[in-house]
């Protein structure tokens, strides 16, 4: 299986991982979230070259992640705003800092804070049951195959 191959496998992971799986691309989640919106932001930012932010930022926009929207128009100016379908991507980015604040942060401590802006506390996310609330790990989880795909995803 080659790389720009992975989004034909029977797998969500493989799927998404065919569009936000680069190097850089998560960065530039990171910095959408944290309100960049221009190329020249992001390069600024993140110190990419120019072709591989391009290539990046065209792939999101590809995905549905991003859309273009002009925010001047003689000359015609583009920005870069998250859809509702990378506005869902938030959770990953949030769990992934927070695992990476938790294993991998320096005698610093974590860069920045998540404080929830209804109540001011810190956030940490966990999952959760959508039916019951209760908050699950790996170990509250079992996994079921799908019958359309029975036999080509589990052993």
Request: charged share 30%; glycine share 8%.
């Amino acid at each position: 299986m080659r790389w720009q191959d992975i989004d034909q496998q029977p797998c969500s992971v493989a799927r998404t991982l065919a569009i936000i799986g680069d190097n850089w691309t998560l960065l530039v989640l990171r910095d959408c979230f944290l309100g960049v919106r221009r190329f020249d932001q992001f390069q600024q930012r993140l110190g990419v070259t120019r072709h591989v932010l391009s290539d990046r930022l065209r792939k999101l926009l590809d995905g549905g992640i991003l859309e273009k929207v002009a925010y001047q128009q003689r000359p015609l100016r583009e920005e870069y705003r998250l859809t509702d379908k990378g506005r869902a991507l938030y959770p990953v980015i949030v769990h992934l800092a927070q695992w990476g604040d938790k294993y991998l942060a320096d005698t610093h401590g974590a860069p920045i804070t998540r404080i929830h802006a209804s109540c001011g506390e810190k956030l940490d996310a966990v999952l959760q049951c959508s039916h019951c609330g209760e908050t699950v790990g790996p170990r509250d989880i079992r996994i079921e195959e799908n019958p359309r795909w029975r036999g080509k995803i589990l052993p």
